[in-house]
């Protein structure tokens, strides 16, 4: 028979943490630069779809693909960006590798606690790698203009955007994105992942 002390003792905290194919455990609450690895992260965003899939082509258009995209736009943007600026720019979406790639409309509903997760999770990203915790204003500002670019990029081309439509909620291309073509081929999950893991060993140039 149960006592009612056992009865009305308090249930365990929900598990905060999720175990990586690495072995690490990460904490989404109180996440440690200790257990990123950079493996899980090219593992998680390429098997991580943009607009919640629904885009053309036989494969998803992962969110390793367009981190990919992303920095390199940036670097048409920006020709005198550093490699350490650009390997921020290519983490911009890392902490989807846990959390997944949440629509901007799911992200409004959700609010500011999305929002402190998903700087707690950049914050470790950053400083496993040696980066700044916080990116500097400038290079924020950079990246958020080379992902509004390939967002236009990725709705014209394979989301079912019309250019009114696109050009209506991200604002008028300052490039030409048709540059960007070949990246906007989707790729199998396994290429993505050898592409992203590719050019964050290029980017970041260091033995680990």
Same mark, same amino acid.
């Given at each position: 028979?149960?006592?009612?002390?056992?009865?009305?003792?308090?249930?365990?905290?929900?598990?905060?943490?999720?175990?990586?194919?690495?072995?690490?455990?990460?904490? @989404?609450?109180?996440?440690?630069?200790?257990?990123?690895?950079?493996?899980? *992260?090219?593992?998680?965003?390429?098997?991580?779809?943009?607009?919640?899939?629904?885009?053309?082509?036989?494969?998803?258009?992962?969110?390793?693909?367009?981190?990919?995209?992303?920095?390199?736009?940036?670097?048409?943007? !920006?020709? !005198? %960006?550093?490699?350490?600026?650009?390997?921020?720019?290519?983490?911009?979406?890392?902490?989807?590798?846990?959390?997944?790639?949440?629509?901007?409309?799911?992200?409004?509903?959700?609010?500011?606690?999305?929002?402190?997760?998903?700087?707690?999770?950049? %914050?470790?990203?950053? @400083?496993?790698?040696?980066?700044?915790?916080?990116?500097?204003?400038?290079?924020?500002?950079?990246?958020?203009?080379?992902?509004?670019?390939? %967002?236009?990029?990725?709705?014209?081309?394979? %989301?079912?955007?019309? @250019?009114?439509?696109?050009?209506? *909620?991200?604002?008028?291309?300052?490039?030409?994105?048709?540059?960007?073509?070949?990246? @906007?081929?989707? *790729?199998?999950?396994?290429?993505?992942?050898?592409?992203?893991?590719?050019?964050?060993?290029?980017?970041?140039?260091?033995?680990?």
């Amino acid at each position: 028979m149960v006592s009612r002390r056992a009865a009305r003792a308090p249930l365990a905290a929900p598990r905060a943490w999720q175990r990586m194919l690495s072995g690490r455990r990460l904490d @989404l609450l109180d996440p440690s630069p200790l257990d990123v690895e950079i493996e899980d *992260i090219a593992h998680g965003l390429a098997r991580v779809a943009r607009w919640n899939g629904q885009t053309r082509g036989e494969h998803i258009f992962s969110v390793a693909q367009h981190s990919l995209l992303v920095e390199r736009i940036a670097g048409r943007l !920006a020709p !005198a %960006a550093t490699a350490r600026e650009r390997l921020a720019i290519l983490l911009h979406d890392a902490p989807e590798y846990v959390v997944g790639d949440l629509i901007s409309p799911f992200k409004a509903v959700l609010g500011a606690d999305y929002k402190a997760v998903e700087a707690r999770l950049q %914050a470790a990203v950053h @400083l496993r790698f040696s980066l700044p915790a916080t990116a500097p204003a400038v290079l924020k500002a950079l990246c958020k203009r080379a992902d509004r670019l390939a %967002a236009f990029a990725e709705a014209t081309a394979l %989301a079912g955007f019309g @250019l009114e439509e696109a050009t209506a *909620i991200f604002g008028a291309p300052e490039i030409d994105v048709a540059d960007f073509a070949p990246q @906007l081929a989707p *790729i199998s999950v396994e290429a993505a992942q050898a592409a992203f893991l590719a050019r964050f060993s290029a980017l970041d140039g260091r033995e680990r």
